[in-house]
């Protein structure tokens, strides 16, 4: 095999690997990602049951990185307290370590069937979780064909001494091999396939046992910059959750690189053969069923050695909760932030669409609470002339604003990704909610501005006027209430009674426009008032209008 071989061997292999562990991660995360997300949210304040939380719904979903932004969105929305994220992400980090577990059993053989059948699952089946689970089963295939690709590619260089000498430098230097790990999890952007890499080339002889255990100790610290990535522009609570990740992490690899001798040592106790045993004979390789020069003991060494690491410095941190969130408070210091944020979204987030999903859903629940809170804010200007009310319906106005943009862009990226028919459906759907939700908002700030317009102008309503606009906006009020109620809990009965509303609101603003007439007529009250009054009205008939939108949205209708 040539040199451009070797190369185009090892890049398709890792491609593989790579593209099989995305399949696997986001085919687990359709199948039961919405449950999982729901566990995150509901844990109790319990340090260990928050570890094992985090630990359990890694391991299914196959991806740390996603249980930490998880955690990360929220405690951004307040979901979640600083010492139970810890707990969870400390659960993460053994969790993730399932993986290399998997990779360790000697099951690549039917790397090729799992591939066909994967592949037969995603093309005929009928059911979307069929659908998905093919591709966790295509995913799961793809993964090995690529580990023994990189495998084949490998064997040319057990003979070459410029690459067994680079490769040596990782036993003199383990701070090297910490380093290169770091940096090739950071560029990957998944802990796994930094440990499959390692494990290839440590079962093909490239590597000593030592060498791999440096190696995979840098995985575990650069898997954390995904923590901080997702807290970029969050909160304080949420930027310290990440530093706390980093900091376990960072922390127990410098305890371990101090204790390497007596880790190495524990790993062999619980590991089976020597781990830097070479096969020498064909005889012994046949035997065996790897080639000559592999190392058939060391894959399990370091699938064991990354469990190790992550039980241990668990069990090491996890009493010291409390002293890690101080600790990240003092890096991240400064009070929490009042004032308007997204709260549930983060990009890191658009490659889950189950979670995203839910997520955007409660972002537009507080959209439509803040939606509300606009017409409200305008009636007390009306009702109790506190005008301080309007400036503040207009700085809602621009969080609406934003909220459109921002929900309806992020799930423009999820819908970019691979999904069910439900999810795309629903993706629809929310983007049809936020626009109207947008448009109440106008009508919100339109009523402010009428409210504004007839106190500066002194000008008066009949009490009748008074009581008519009290009444429609109550039932407009009702409308509201069961949107927030029905977007939140996904209510599929909530059509009857939006069609009561809607009804009932049209005849009261056909009604008080045909009073309004006849009281202009007999000169009972004036014109200018008379047409902030009409305006009124009829911005209260318009939310009613959207309100019915939404609703035919949470049914599924639009």
């Known amino acids: 095999m040539t040199g451009k071989e070797i190369v185009f061997q090892l890049l398709g292999g890792l491609g593989l690997f790579f593209i099989g562990m995305r399949f696997m991660s986001e085919g687990l995360q359709k199948t039961a990602g919405e449950r999982l997300r729901q566990i995150l949210e509901f844990l109790t304040n319990n340090r260990i049951v928050a570890t094992l939380v985090g630990l359990v719904v890694t391991a299914i979903i196959q991806s740390s990185s996603a249980t930490t932004v998880m955690t990360v969105s929220f405690v951004n929305a307040g979901l979640m307290n600083l010492k139970q994220a810890i707990g969870v992400v400390l659960g993460a980090n053994i969790g993730t370590t399932v ?41 799961f295939g793809m993964l090995f064909f690529g580990l023994t690709l ?22 003199g230097s383990p701070l090297l091999g910490v380093l290169v790990g770091t940096i090739v999890t950071v560029l990957m952007q998944s802990s796994s396939v930094t440990v499959g890499i390692v494990m290839a080339l440590a079962s093909s002889g490239l590597l000593s046992f030592k060498g791999a255990v440096a190696l995979v100790l840098g995985d575990n610290i650069g898997t954390t910059v995904t923590a901080q990535l997702a807290a970029t522009g969050a909160n304080a609570a949420a930027k310290r959750t990440a530093w706390s990740h980093t900091m376990f992490n960072v922390l127990g690899v410098i305890y371990i690189l101090l204790l390497m001798p007596y880790f190495l040592k524990l790993v062999d106790l619980v590991s089976p053969g020597p781990a830097d045993f070479v096969v020498r004979s064909l005889s012994e390789a046949k035997a065996m069923g790897v080639s000559v020069g592999d190392k058939p003991y060391i894959a399990r060494h370091i699938a064991n050695a990354h469990t190790l690491f992550n039980v241990v410095n668990t069990i090491v941190f996890l009493p010291l909760l409390g002293v890690l969130a ?122 402010a501005k009428l409210v504004e317009r007839k106190e500066r102008l002194r000008l008066f309503f009949t009490p009748q006027a008074e009581s008519d606009i009290r009444e429609i906006y109550s039932v407009v009020r009702e409308f509201l209430d069961l949107v927030i109620e029905g977007i939140g809990k996904k209510r599929m009965d909530v059509k009857p009674l939006a069609d009561a509303l809607e009804t009932r609101i049209n005849e009261m603003e056909d009604s008080m426009r045909q009073a309004h007439i006849q009281r202009l007529n007999a000169g009972i009250c004036a014109v200018d008032a008379g047409l902030i009054f009409i305006d009124m009205l009829t911005s209260f008939e318009k939310i009613g209008d959207h309100c019915y939108n939404i609703i035919e949205a949470v049914v599924g209708i639009k």
């Not at 069937?113 to 979780?129: D, E, H, M, Q, T």
């Open 326 to 447: 101080k600790i990240s408070s003092w890096i991240v210091p400064g009070r929490e932030e009042e004032g308007y944020h997204l709260l549930y979204l983060n990009s890191s987030l658009v490659t889950s669409p189950p979670i995203a999903v839910e997520e955007a859903r409660k972002e537009t629940v507080r959209m439509a609470t803040l939606a509300k809170r606009m017409v409200d804010l305008s009636m007390e200007a009306f009702m109790e002339k506190k005008l301080d009310r309007v400036e503040e319906v207009e700085k809602i106005e621009g969080i609406v604003d934003m909220l459109q943009r921002d929900i309806t862009s992020f799930l423009v990226g999820v819908s970019q990704h691979s999904m069910t028919l439900e999810i795309s459906k629903e993706i629809n759907s929310i983007i049809h909610m936020v626009n109207n939700l947008e448009r109440i908002g106008d009508h919100g700030e339109i009523l």
């Open 99 to 139: 993986t290399a577990q998997i990779i360790a059993f000697k099951i690549h053989h039917y790397a090729l069937p799992a591939l066909g059948i994967g592949v037969g699952l995603r093309l005929f089946s009928k059911g979307s979780r069929w659908r998905s689970f093919g591709e966790v089963v295509m995913g």
């Open 150 to 171: 990189m495998k084949e590619a490998m064997e040319p260089l057990k003979t070459s001494p410029i690459v067994r000498e680079a490769f040596i430098k990782f036993d």
